[in-house]
Structures are given as C-alpha cells and as structure tokens.
T-cell receptor, first 114, second 113 residues
Framework: GENVEQHPSTLSVQEGDSAVIKCTYS??????FPWYKQELGKRPQLIID???NVGEKKDQRIAVTLNKTAKHFSLHITETQPEDSAVYFC?????????????WGAGTKLIIKP | NAGVTQTPKFQVLKTGQSMTLQCAQD?????MSWYRQDPGMGLRLIHY???????DQGEVPNGYNVSRSTTEDFPLRLLSAAPSQTSVYFC????????????FGEGSWLTVV
C-alpha cells in the first residue's frame, strides 16, 4: 500500500540552530502535504501545509519545501526555541478507490537543547 | 466553540470487555474520523464518516465499530477489548473530506489488561 517515510525519528539540536525533517511519499498522485506538531500529552495541531502546485511555503520561522519529482518534502525550522520541542508528523494525501485519506509518517521527536 | 470533545480521557479495560469512546464536535463539520496512535507508528485511521448516516473503514478497522446518527457525534465502540488495542485514540473532524485542516480531540488513553 501507499506509505510515507519520515526521518529522522529523533532529532536533537542546539537552541538557536535550524532543524530539518524529511518525508518521502510513494503515491505520485499525492497533492497535499500537511505538517502537524504534537506536544507531549497533547493533541496534534496543524502548523503548515503545502499543495503540489507550490514548491515552498513559509510562515515565520517554519517553512516547507516540496520536490514532486523526487517525491519528498521537508519541514525547516529556523532559530529553534525550547517551545519547538515536540513530535512532528508529516502526511500525504491519498485517493483510494472511493475515498480520500491522509497517510501519516511515523513522527520525529525534536529535542531543543538549551 | 468547544471544538472536538472526547470522553473518557483515561480508561483501563479487561480483556474481553466492551466499551464506547465518545466524540462530539460543535463546529458543524461533516467529516469525522478516529485514529489510534501507537509509539513509533504515527497515526493510523480506524474509521471515518463523511456525514450523518455514512461510515467507512480506514486502515485498521478490525475490532472496532462506529456509527454516525448525527452530524455532531461519532462514537467508537470496542467490541471485545484485546491488549493489542492498548493505545491512544484521537477523534478528529474537518469541514469536509479533503485537503484542509483536521482538528483533533484531546485523546483517550486506553489500556487493556
């Protein structure tokens, strides 16, 4: 079946440095790619998303890039802060026989070291 | 708006017991879904509904039933609990099916012993 691979599973960076999380998807027809942030014990929340007609999208310190040819997309966080510590999930849209689904990556635990 | 409300937040079940996780949303969303989250596995779709009276299976439906009698409510029923169903369960909703923001409930931590 379709899948999304997410790397790394854990990422530790110094406060103030940048963090990059990468996802690769299998369905070439996927055209929507959201990123969700989940703080410890909390619910996942959308932080940014990108559609296939756009190569890059920015929102303050976070950005997402998409390479449709290579079927991968990445989350970039600059000037990391302690509140960025969380698990980040990527996802890719998938259209099955009769329905639409999001296929999720396994998550990346981001640790910001003071 | 309260958003997506799930109950209970924590539950311990014995193997073979049944129970229902409740989910309600007050945003008039048509699309509702249930996910389970296991460590290292990300989010896996159990069942979903595109509107009242319509439900369908997701990636991991076995052992679970759902119903959607109203737009607001989407309960998830565990038929005969098994230790493999120990997980965190999230209910989610969105305005429609498709490429838009999904709103999650706070989660229900279920342990089956």
């Amino acid at each position: 079946g379709e899948n999304v691979e997410q790397h790394p599973s854990t990422l530790s960076v110094q406060e103030g440095d940048s963090a990059v999380i990468k996802c690769t998807y299998s369905d070439s027809a996927s055209n929507y790619f959201p990123w969700y942030k989940q703080e410890l014990g909390k619910r996942p929340q959308l932080i940014i998303d990108i559609r296939s007609n756009v190569g890059e999208k920015k929102d303050q310190r976070i950005a997402v890039t998409l390479n449709k040819t290579a079927k991968h997309f990445s989350l970039h966080i600059t000037e990391t802060q302690p509140e960025d510590s969380a698990v980040y999930f990527c996802a890719a849209s998938f259209y099955g026989d009769s329905n639409y689904q999001l296929i999720w990556g396994a998550g990346t635990k981001l640790i910001i070291k003071p | 708006n309260a958003g997506v409300t799930q109950t209970p937040k924590f539950q311990v079940l014995k193997t073979g017991q049944s129970m229902t996780l409740q989910c309600a949303q007050d945003m008039n969303h048509e699309y509702m879904s249930w996910y389970r989250q296991d460590p290292g596995m990300g989010l896996r779709l159990i069942h979903y509904s595109v509107g009242a009276g319509i439900t369908d299976q997701g990636e991991v439906p076995n052992g679970y039933n759902v119903s959607r009698s109203t737009t607001e409510d989407f309960p998830l029923r565990l038929l005969s609990a098994a230790p493999s169903q120990t997980s965190v369960y999230f209910c989610a909703s969105s305005y429609s099916e498709g490429e838009i923001t999904i709103y999650f409930g706070e989660g229900s931590w279920l342990t089956v012993v």
